[in-house]
């Protein structure tokens, strides 16, 4: 074999390029571990931005890449889009967008169009019930405000035999929606509402105890918005592992003996797959949960887990509203940031 013996003056001739590798690799490593934290945070922050709102919703390709995950502007796609998902063996939430509304009348024009929503649900006849956001019903106004629109929605909603969830949104509410949910649920009667608990924040722990003793209806996810380290964890380990200790104390023995009907929201297999393992331990049939997933996000998995006999409900979102939510989703991964940007340049 031909061996071209190393020299000191080739091993000279080598180094700037040794040099050059090793920082790309490093930098590669610290733009990898780091960048999608910073990336997530600054997503978050302008999902928030009125000035990032008017320059992304005005650029039409935009909403091009934001109906992946949209079923489209008007109650009728909506309901179109609950159907096509219900052929398939999935149900539905639809979620009219609107959130942070700043004026009584947007908030009870938000109420008349999810009025107009449960109509529609009723009369065509699909798989699906409504999701709301208690600041687009005007709590960030005035909690009456938002408790009056939420008891219209769920008494018309409970004339239909539906239901309405309660999303949860950033950490500063969720004492008013635990309360207002309180009132409506054991104040008055309506055993058609239900709440979302968030992994990530360090109260779920207590707030899933009370849960539980009230026999709720709840949604699990890990949670959404941009939170201090003093209210949420952090690191996505322990939010996964809050995520998968929660689960298991809301599909409990105890939990379902008192009527707690848990939806698991999430697009990670391996909360998926831990939630089945307990299950499946615990001999828990599959009728006893929900697995849940946002619309345009993982379709084949959904469709996989109907087919394995899971109840699977897809998150419908529709409206004009759509750009804090479609923020949200670009920062939850950034692949989707990805597929926005080579979009945005291809237009
Ligand atoms: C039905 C539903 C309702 C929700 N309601 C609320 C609410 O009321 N309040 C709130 O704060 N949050 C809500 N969320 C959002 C939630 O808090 C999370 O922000 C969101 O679900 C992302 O977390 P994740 O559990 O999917 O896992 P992540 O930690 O975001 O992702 C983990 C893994 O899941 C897989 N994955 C995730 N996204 C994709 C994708 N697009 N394609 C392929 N694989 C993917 C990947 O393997 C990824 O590594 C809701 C989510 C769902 C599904």
Same mark, same amino acid.
Not at 85 to 95: E, Q
């Given at each position: 074999?031909?061996?071209?013996?190393?020299?000191?003056?080739?091993?000279?001739?080598?180094?700037?390029?040794?040099?050059?590798?090793?920082?790309?690799?490093?930098?590669?490593?610290?733009?990898?571990?780091?960048?999608?934290?910073?990336?997530?945070?600054?997503?978050?922050?302008?999902?928030?931005?009125?000035?990032?709102?008017?320059?992304?919703?005005?650029? *039409?390709?935009?909403?091009?890449?934001?109906?992946?995950?949209?079923?489209?502007?008007?109650?009728?796609?909506?309901?179109?889009?609950?159907?096509?998902?219900?052929?398939? *063996?999935?149900?539905?939430?639809?979620?009219?967008? *609107?959130?942070?509304?700043?004026?009584?009348?947007?908030?009870?024009?938000?109420?008349?169009? @999810?009025?107009?929503?449960?109509?529609?649900?009723?009369?065509?006849?699909?798989?699906?019930?409504?999701?709301?956001?208690?600041?687009?019903?005007?709590?960030?106004?005035?909690?009456?405000?938002?408790?009056?629109?939420?008891?219209?929605?769920?008494?018309?909603?409970?004339?239909?035999?539906?239901?309405?969830?309660? +999303?949860?949104?950033?950490?500063?509410?969720?004492?008013?929606?635990?309360?207002?949910?309180?009132?409506?649920? /054991?104040?008055?009667?309506?055993?058609?509402?239900?709440?979302?608990?968030?992994?990530?924040?360090?109260?779920?722990?207590?707030?899933?105890?009370?849960?539980?003793?009230?026999?709720?209806?709840?949604?699990?996810?890990?949670?959404?918005?941009?939170?201090?380290?003093?209210?949420?964890?952090?690191?996505?380990? +322990?939010?996964?592992?809050?995520?998968?200790?929660?689960?298991?104390?809301?599909?409990?023995?105890?939990?379902?003996?008192?009527?707690? /009907?848990?939806?698991?929201?999430? /697009?990670? +297999?391996?909360?998926?797959?831990?939630?089945?393992?307990?299950?499946?331990? /615990?001999?828990?049939?599959?009728?006893?949960?929900?697995?849940?997933?946002?619309?345009? @996000?993982?379709?084949?998995?959904?469709?996989?887990?109907?087919?394995?006999?899971?109840?699977?409900?897809?998150?419908?979102?529709? *409206?004009?509203?759509?750009?804090?939510?479609?923020?949200?989703?670009?920062?939850?991964?950034?692949?989707?940031?990805?597929?926005?940007?080579?979009?945005?340049?291809?237009?």
């Amino acid at each position: 074999m031909n061996k071209t013996p190393v020299t000191a003056t080739s091993r000279t001739r080598q180094t700037p390029g040794l040099f050059f590798l090793l920082s790309a690799a490093i930098t590669g490593y610290v733009f990898y571990r780091y960048s999608e934290g910073w990336l997530r945070s600054l997503l978050l922050s302008l999902s928030r931005s009125t000035w990032a709102r008017r320059m992304v919703t005005s650029f *039409g390709p935009a909403w091009r890449v934001a109906s992946r995950f949209i079923a489209g502007e008007s109650v009728e796609e909506a309901i179109a889009v609950a159907g096509q998902l219900n052929a398939k *063996g999935l149900k539905v939430a639809l979620d009219y967008l *609107g959130e942070s509304v700043t004026q009584a009348e947007e908030a009870n024009a938000a109420r008349d169009q @999810i009025l107009l929503l449960l109509d529609r649900i009723h009369e065509s006849g699909v798989d699906a019930y409504v999701s709301v956001k208690l600041s687009q019903l005007g709590v960030k106004i005035a909690e009456n405000l938002a408790l009056e629109n939420l008891r219209a929605l769920l008494t018309r909603a409970r004339s239909y035999g539906l239901r309405v969830r309660i +999303d949860m949104e950033e950490s500063a509410l969720v004492d008013t929606t635990f309360d207002i949910y309180r009132r409506l649920r /054991h104040g008055e009667g309506f055993d058609n509402v239900g709440v979302v608990i968030q992994a990530y924040l360090y109260r779920s722990e207590e707030d899933v105890r009370w849960l539980i003793e009230e026999g709720a209806w709840v949604r699990l996810v890990k949670g959404a918005y941009k939170e201090p380290p003093t209210v949420a964890y952090a690191r996505k380990a +322990d939010t996964d592992a809050a995520f998968i200790r929660l689960a298991e104390q809301l599909l409990s023995e105890q939990a379902r003996s008192r009527g707690v /009907h848990l939806a698991v929201a999430t /697009h990670d +297999d391996a909360m998926i797959r831990a939630v089945q393992r307990y299950a499946k331990m /615990h001999h828990i049939p599959q009728d006893a949960y929900e697995f849940q997933l946002l619309y345009g @996000i993982r379709r084949e998995r959904q469709e996989q887990l109907a087919s394995q006999g899971y109840c699977v409900r897809i998150y419908v979102p529709y *409206g004009t509203a759509w750009y804090p939510y479609f923020m949200r989703r670009l920062a939850e991964r950034p692949a989707n940031l990805w597929f926005f940007v080579t979009n945005f340049f291809r237009a």
